[in-house]
């Protein structure tokens, strides 16, 4: 993967070049503020590579550190809509967040510092996304879902049907979905058939169903 990471810790910013270089994965480009992304993938983007494979941005970054580098990343997708985004941050910010995750079909993340723990999971995370795949943290799924609830926009679906859809939009294959919800895959199949059909999907590619799916839940 060709990568940007946007953070202003210049520690953490060389822990996860130094994490992502040693598994193979190049770091096209770093830098510690907003208009420092917005600068380096235009460059990037006009350059004979082209776009990179996915930027890894903090939310909190300079002047004010408080959400400058999703602003900058909500900017970039509208710019470039197939430009793969992993947003990482201490916190759950839902405006920004929502449009974010809404803006695109392709390839979008939000996790939560704290929860990134785990090196593997982190650096497939990465990849996902970088594949046009989603990977969301369960408490974003969680804050987000709660809104949608409020909003009552997804009250065709059951109780179950709803669980399967949380599952998917943290970016859980159906096997995985199975194995959390002790169920066959069969039967995971039958409820992700049924949520296409409740949100009026129509047949398509699975995979872009599935992320429509995911947006459509978070964005109502």
Do not use: W
Request: glycine share 10%.
């Amino acid at each position: 993967m060709r990568v940007v990471i946007a953070e202003d810790s210049v520690l953490l910013r060389e822990g996860l070049t130094r994490l992502l270089t040693d598994r193979g994965h190049e770091v096209v480009a770093g830098v510690g503020d907003g208009d420092g992304l917005v600068a380096e993938v235009r460059r990037l983007a006009a350059a004979p590579e082209g776009l990179p494979d996915v930027v890894v941005a903090d939310v909190r970054m300079p002047p004010s550190h408080t959400d400058e580098g999703l602003r900058a990343c909500v900017r970039l997708r509208k710019e470039f809509p197939r430009l793969s985004v992993l947003v990482l941050s201490q916190y759950v910010e839902e405006q920004y967040a929502t449009e974010l995750l809404a803006g695109s079909g392709h390839g979008v993340g939000y996790l939560l510092k704290d929860r990134v723990a785990d090196v593997r999971e982190f650096v497939d995370a990465v990849a996902r996304v970088a594949a046009g795949g989603t990977a969301l943290d369960p408490e974003v799924v969680a804050q987000l879902l709660g809104r949608s609830r409020r909003q009552d926009s997804l009250a065709g679906l059951t109780p179950r049907e709803r669980e399967v859809l949380g599952l998917m939009a943290e970016g859980r294959t159906n096997s995985a979905i199975a194995a959390q919800l002790v169920v066959t895959g069969g039967a995971v199949e039958k409820h992700i058939s049924n949520i296409f059909q409740k949100l009026g999907l129509a047949q398509s590619d699975a995979d872009h169903r599935r992320v429509l799916a995911v947006l459509r839940y978070l964005n109502s």
